[in-house]
């Protein structure tokens, strides 16, 4: 079964929209100010390379750490739609723009509190929030370590509410050599999740 048929599986039909350029699947990607903006980066790379249509989020501290962690120069892919932080013309501000999936890559304590509470008060959470209550699929990646009461109190909350929590947990059998390797195997995991056919990780027992 091919990725969106899995999908749409999982999640049923996205309603009566105009389909995305090539035919695949409607991504919200946010990426808020935590550690490890490169795999939020890698994910919309890797989607848009697959012809979805992707739409991406990034709060102002975000901004700064992928200056830090990716370089100044960093730009996102040509066929990424980038959405204003605070934009109130943004289609993701209503749900009748209808969307396959929303993933936050990564997501900070202060993003997830406001997603589990429903303070929707930047584009990126009002993208979260709708997902939730349209009972379409949100990942969360929270970047944070160690984890204070809150912040699982959060997780819990999120998942209750339906969400999948996704934490870039580092694995070793598939015997990463670099961070680019450490960073595949993230992003493969959530592309797992949003049943998007890939190979950018080792699994167990492929032999390989």
């Not at 012809?51 to 960093?74: K, L, N, Y």
């Not at 997501?107 to 997603?115: E, G, R, V, W, Y």
Request: hydrophobic share 45%; charged share 20%; with cysteine.
């Amino acid at each position: 079964m091919q990725g969106k048929e899995r999908l749409m599986k999982r999640i049923g039909p996205p309603g009566r929209r105009q389909p995305p350029r090539g035919g695949g699947c409607r991504f919200v990607i946010g990426v808020s100010g935590a550690s490890g903006a490169a795999i939020g980066l890698r994910l919309m790379s890797e989607l848009a390379s697959r012809g979805h249509e992707v739409h991406a989020v990034i709060t102002d501290a975000a901004v700064e750490v992928i200056r830090h962690e990716v370089g100044a120069s960093w730009r996102l892919p040509k066929a990424v739609v980038r959405h204003g932080i605070q934009d109130p013309r943004s289609a993701l501000n209503s749900s009748s723009f209808v969307v396959d999936a929303v993933v936050v890559a990564p997501c900070s304590m202060k993003s997830l509190s406001a997603i589990a509470a429903g303070h929707a008060d930047n584009i990126l959470v009002r993208a979260a929030d709708t997902a939730l209550r349209m009972g379409r699929t949100l990942v969360v990646v929270p970047r944070e370590t160690p984890l204070s009461l809150s912040a699982l109190e959060n997780m819990a909350a999120l998942k209750r509410g339906g969400a999948v929590i996704l934490p870039p947990c580092a694995s070793y059998y598939h015997r990463p050599r670099t961070v680019d390797d450490m960073t595949a195997f993230f992003v493969g995991k959530i592309l797992d999740v949003l049943g998007v056919d890939n190979e950018l990780y080792r699994r167990w027992g492929d032999g390989r």
